[in-house]
Each structure stands twice: as C-alpha cells, then as structure tokens.
C-alpha cells in the first residue's frame, strides 16, 4: 500500500501569509496527487487535482506542485476562509489520504 | 447542481449491520464511477469503496474488505454501502462521493451521515 505522509500536521499562520503544506509518497505515484480543504462539520472540497490543476471556482490563490514523490500545496495569501484543514490523496495505486495539516489563525 | 445526500446511518452494536444509501441528483449518475470514504471522530479521512459506473468493478480498502459491499442502482440513482459485521473502529462520518476516472479525484461530496457501533 502507498503510504502517505503530510507535513505540518498543525501550523499557525496570519491573514495574508504565504502558507505550504508538503505530501511525500511512500513511492513515485506520477502526479496522481489531489488536493482537499475540510472545514469543521463539512464534507471535504476538492481544491486541486493532478498535482497542479486547480479545480473549477477555487480561487488562484491556491496552487499545487510536484511529481513522483514530493508534492506541495501553496495558498500564496491566506484569506480568514482559509482557516481549514487540507488533505492529500493519491489515486495512482487504489486510494489513500494523507493525514491532514490543520491551518489555524 | 449537482447533489449527493446520504441516509442510513445510527448506532448499531457490534457485529450487526448496516446499509448506507446515496441519493444523487443533477448529474448523469450512470456516467461516473462513485466513492465512499469515512472520517472517524478527530481523525483523517479515509478511502473505503469505489464502484465503476456500470457497476462491474469495485474496490475496497483492506480495513473493510470482506465485510462491506459498495453497490449502485442506476435506475435509482443511488448508491449503497453494505456493512456487515461492524467494529468499533468503524465508527466514523460516512461520505459518498463522485469520482473523476481521468484523475481519480473526488469532486462532488455529500454531507455525510453518521454511524456509531458501540454495544
């Protein structure tokens, strides 16, 4: 199984910082890496796929990177809806989720 | 708009069983293949089942294989978890999603429904 592993798991940040969030792979999954930010009691919303394609009505602030087995997520200027916690995936190998990197004010 | 609403869940005691449903609205359901996935209280999300769109091939993560069953009705547009012999640690918030076969990612969430197994 493809393990994978995200690092922070908590950060604290401010209004209009210039936040990244690191996903490793336990082995080359190509870009088959996806994106999501969860808020408290919600479902999760898909925020970029494929490494580095943003998802349909997510703001350009957010951006993705990397292959093989490091991966990054950039949210070039944190906005208060921000706040969240942000998954990894892989889909190259079945489907797994990293742990999840809290975002907190 | 595209909608995914869930239903079935409760509290169930260990080992006995339960069926989610997902009802789907404003999409062509037969046209995607269709995810669910599970957090635990405080903890990450986790894959448990996809199925083709046809409904032909499934998968499952190896903490439920053998006890679940991901199916679907396409006349219904629903889709099914069948989970039998439940634990504890399956306690979680279940969610089904839509899948983009192209990327594998998951696009459209529902609003999850909650199970607990406890006795």
């Known amino acids: 199984d493809i393990q994978m592993t995200q690092s922070p798991s908590s950060l604290s940040a401010s209004v209009g910082d210039r936040v990244t969030i690191t996903c490793r792979a336990s082995?080359?999954?190509?870009?088959?890496l996806n994106w999501y930010q969860q808020k408290p009691g919600k479902a999760p919303k898909l925020l970029i796929y494929?490494?580095?394609n943003l998802q349909s009505g997510v703001p350009s602030r957010f951006s993705g990177s990397g292959s093989g087995t490091d991966f990054t997520l950039t949210i070039s200027s944190l906005q208060p809806e921000d706040f969240a916690t942000y998954s990894c995936?892989?889909?190259?190998?079945?489907?797994?989720f990293g742990g999840g990197t809290k975002v907190e004010i | 708009q595209v909608q995914l609403v869930e239903s079935g869940g409760g509290v169930v005691q260990p080992g006995r069983s339960l069926r989610l449903s997902c009802g789907v609205s404003?999409?062509?359901?037969?046209?995607?293949?269709m995810h669910w996935g599970r957090q635990a209280p405080g903890k990450g999300l986790e894959w448990v089942a996809v199925?083709?769109?046809?409904?032909?091939?499934?998968d499952y993560a190896d903490s439920v294989k053998g006890r679940f069953t991901i199916s679907r009705d396409n006349s219904k547009n629903t889709l099914y978890l069948q989970m039998n012999s439940l634990r504890a640690e399956d306690t979680a918030v279940y969610y089904c999603?839509?899948?983009?076969?192209?990327?594998?990612?998951?696009?459209?969430w529902g609003q999850g429904t909650l199970v607990t197994v406890s006795s």
């Open positions: 995936q892989q889909t190259y190998n079945s489907l797994t």
């Open positions: 404003g999409f062509s359901f037969s046209r995607y293949g």
């Open positions: 999603a839509r899948g983009i076969a192209a990327a594998g990612s998951l696009d459209s």
């Open positions: 494929t490494a580095s």
């Open positions: 082995q080359s999954i190509s870009s088959y």
């Open positions: 199925i083709s769109d046809d409904g032909s091939n499934k």
